[in-house]
């Protein structure tokens, strides 16, 4: 039985190093090279697993069973409808009060074989968990490869029909964490539209936008800080970038979504997903109130989060991808962030 603090570690023969807690399955570390062998913890967060555990529960976490919000908390599926816990402004995010990012995951080792180590994480979530039907078995595997690819896989099984969607929410920062924020480093997303969002409901409006001619417009790649700083109606409404991109040529089969890059140390990240949309968030209600790695305060824009993903309040908008999962179908989902310089 792993309990919350039980710290878990992959790492190749290139010295990357991913580290992750039972709790939420929450990636605490990941320490990757630059070109000049200088090594730095790419992702945000604390200094000790304590600080961790009575943290920001989303540092780095598994999220579901729906990740990202559902509008009011409500959908149906099989004309029966469900109202969900409302924990964010007036929606459900994240899988609610008691998500996912708060379980204790159940850690085992897995076979690794020369070019690959990896760890399974399973989690099983009774029927009726956060009011959400069915009976659901989840598995993940962490996996760090020897050419620096950190895989994060899913698969899971239900016993009613219910919803999922799962991501992971590490926030990254490919200068160091605690070493200021992202607004240098350069983004490139393989999306040609978005979902706006609207201030009324918090969330998308279920439209599909073209990114083209907007402050979201990340085809080519482009300093962050451009669009956080921009006077765009959809960066104000979030103080940055919080939205869901429409990844170009989505067909279920794994493709690169972002590349993200940093001038300074000269490290960068692709993205790698079999999933239709990624949120992009750029960490802005942090407000200095909590010190991180570092002994630095967590600030606005200290980390990006890359989720890959369905979208935001799939459940609730048709011409939106599938979210629903019924007895006897397997959720599957696989994430790979490529570490390179
Ligand atoms: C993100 C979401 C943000 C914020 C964050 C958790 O996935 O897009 O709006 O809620 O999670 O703090």
């Not at 000049?36 to 992702?43: P, Y």
């Not at 964490?177 to 607004?183: F, K």
């Not at 417009?217 to 956080?228: L, N, Q, R, Y």
């Not at 989060?305 to 006897?328: C, Y």
Request: aromatic content about 10%; some cysteine.
């Amino acid at each position: 039985m792993s309990i919350a603090s039980d710290v878990f570690t992959l790492k190749n023969s290139n010295g990357v190093e991913v580290t992750f807690i039972a709790s939420g399955g929450q990636i605490t570390s990941i320490k990757v090279p630059n070109a000049a062998g200088e090594f730095a913890d790419i992702v945000i967060g604390y200094d000790t697993v304590e600080q961790a555990l009575a943290g920001d529960g989303y540092f780095g976490a598994l999220c579901g069973r729906y990740a990202n919000r559902i509008v009011g908390g409500q959908f149906s599926v099989d004309g029966q409808d469900y109202q969900l816990d409302i924990n964010n402004g007036p929606n459900h995010l994240h899988g609610g009060i008691d998500g996912f990012n708060s379980r204790i995951w159940e850690v085992e080792s897995v076979a690794s074989d020369n070019s690959s180590k990896a760890y399974k994480l399973s989690l099983l979530s009774p029927d009726g968990d956060q009011k959400y039907p069915g009976e659901l078995r989840i598995e993940v595997i962490y996996r760090l490869t020897e050419d620096n690819e950190f895989f994060i896989e899913y698969i899971a099984e239900t016993t009613k029909t219910t919803i999922i969607n799962l991501t992971s929410h590490a926030y990254f920062n490919l200068k160091g964490a605690g070493t200021g924020t992202i607004e240098n480093h350069k983004l490139q997303i393989n999306a040609s539209g978005f979902t706006p969002i609207s201030g009324e409901i918090e969330t998308v409006t279920g439209e599909i936008i073209p990114v083209a001619g907007s402050a979201m417009d990340f085809s080519s790649s482009k300093a962050i800080g451009t669009t956080c700083n921009s006077n765009d109606e959809q960066v104000k409404l979030v103080d940055g970038i919080d939205h869901n991109f429409v990844i170009d040529d989505y067909d279920g089969s794994l493709r690169l979504a972002a590349v993200l890059s940093d001038p300074v140390s000269g490290r960068n990240l692709k993205v790698f997903t079999d999933q239709p949309g990624i949120q992009i968030y750029t960490g802005s209600h942090f407000d200095s109130s909590e010190t991180g790695k570092l002994g630095a305060p967590i600030i606005k824009w200290a980390g990006l989060a890359m989720e890959t993903q369905i979208f935001p309040d799939s459940p609730n908008k048709e011409h939106f991808p599938n979210a629903v999962l019924r007895p006897g179908e397997t959720y599957k989902h696989t994430c790979v962030y490529q570490f390179g310089y």
